[in-house]
């Protein structure tokens, strides 16, 4: 009986595992995907979240010179002032920690810098059941961090954008 519930926990733990590295991800990609994605003179990333503060990527692959469309999609029911949402892509030198703390009282500019000064890209701030897209070319190749601005988000909404 011991052993039994023992068995129980391991494959409900195994289960969990599985589900967590399943969590959508742009390096699960095989070779053949990536060979094809790189070939498209536009790639579209749809990136959804819901009411709790997580993206469903938290990397992403796009390839020099192509434009690129990110989508995102607020699944959720609350409100754009207690669970907004945006996608804001960082130039490279700017950290996630210092944009996120000097744009947390920028309200009226949808916690963004007046300036846009260290944003290469950024859609609008959404709130539940709304969609918004914005449309920019890649940067030179490297990596780049993504986050959502709201004030507190960014500490588990961010990934890292793939310029390959
Ligand atoms: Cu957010």
Redesign the pocket.
């Known amino acids: 009986m011991k052993l039994k519930s023992t068995l129980l926990v391991l494959v409900s733990l195994l289960i969990g595992l599985t589900s967590c590295s399943d969590s959508s991800n742009s390096d699960s990609l095989t070779q053949e995907e990536l060979s094809a994605l790189s070939k498209l003179d536009t790639i579209k990333i749809t990136l959804e979240?819901g009411d709790r503060?997580i993206?469903d990527k938290t990397d992403i692959t796009v390839f020099e010179g192509q434009a690129v469309v990110v989508t995102l999609h607020h699944t959720g029911t609350m409100a754009k002032s207690s669970?907004?949402?945006?996608f804001v892509l960082l130039e490279q030198d700017v950290s996630v920690k210092d944009f996120a703390y000097a744009v947390a009282d920028q309200k009226v500019n949808e916690y963004l810098p007046a300036d846009k000064k260290g944003v290469i890209a950024h859609t609008g701030?959404i709130g539940g059941g709304e969609i918004t897209s914005v449309t920019f070319q890649a940067p030179k190749k490297g990596t780049y961090d993504f986050l959502?601005?709201?004030p507190?988000?960014?500490s588990t909404?961010k990934g890292k954008f793939h310029v390959k």
């Not at 669970?83 to 945006?86: A, V």
């Open positions: 979240t503060m993206f669970m907004g949402h945006n701030l959502c601005s709201f507190g988000h960014s909404m």
